[in-house]
């Protein structure tokens, strides 16, 4: 079973702050991880996909992968109370076709 | 932008009916998948299906089948419904690829599926 991990937290920031959300893999053979954002009682909204090793950014938002330690993460600066959310971590596996595989998400609690 | 709609956003059926969960996209993707999210145990794939036609077992399928007879819907179906498949179905939408851009999926808005 292919398997992504993440702590369920609440992880609290002070608003301004940089918030850390982590996220490990099972599987040496995973091609693409996906960070998504998901509001309570709504669907999961795509933040960022990274492939390759190191560091991707778009605005406020860093996404980091390193496939030897197999761990992925999402930084967030600045951090804003309407980033309150659960952040979701998926991979899709070669073989996989295309289908991606979920962690069970972090709740991050972002404080004025 | 993406465009993936579901039929419903909340439904309330009884034990042994057999439901029907609709989805459609409009980004003429390859891949089309059904999830369900419960908590504590965070979204599980149930079906997927890469082409018309052509559909896969998740990690959850007992007791659900699927329908893709176009490329553009995505049909979940409960062949019984039991109050064990109470949840938040999701449905999602891929273009395709061989790993890296196009893989990234789209989700509908989600239903809120309660059998009594």
């Known amino acids: 079973q292919k398997e992504v991990e993440q702590n369920s937290g609440p992880l609290s920031v002070p608003e301004g702050a940089i918030a850390s959300l982590n996220c490990t893999y099972s599987?040496?053979?995973?091609?693409?991880f996906f960070w998504y954002r998901q509001y309570s009682g709504k669907s999961p909204e795509l933040i960022m996909f990274i492939y390759s090793n190191g560091d991707k950014e778009d605005g406020r938002f860093t996404a980091q992968l390193n496939k030897a330690s197999q761990y992925v993460s999402l930084l967030i600066r600045d951090s804003q109370p309407s980033d309150s959310a659960t952040y979701l971590c998926?991979?899709?596996?070669?073989?996989?076709?295309?289908?991606?595989?979920f962690g069970t998400g972090t709740q991050l609690k972002v404080e004025l | 932008d993406v465009k993936v709609t579901q039929s419903s956003r909340y439904l309330v059926k009884r034990t042994g009916e057999k439901v029907f969960l609709e989805c459609v996209q409009d980004m003429d993707h390859e891949n089309m998948f059904w999830y369900r999210q419960d908590p504590g145990l965070g979204l599980r794939l149930i079906y997927f299906s890469y082409d018309v036609k052509m559909k896969e077992k998740g990690d959850i399928p007992e007791g659900y089948s699927v329908s893709r007879e176009k490329k553009e819907r995505f049909s979940l179906i409960l062949e019984s419904a039991s109050t064990n498949q109470t949840s938040m179905y999701l449905c999602?939408?891929?273009?395709?690829?061989?790993?890296?851009?196009?893989?990234?999926?789209?989700f509908g808005q989600g239903t809120r599926l309660t059998v009594v």
């Open positions: 599987d040496r053979g995973s091609q693409s």
């Open positions: 998926a991979a899709s596996f070669t073989g996989g076709g295309n289908k991606l595989t």
């Open positions: 999602a939408s891929s273009l395709g690829g061989r790993g890296g851009t196009g893989t990234e999926a789209f």
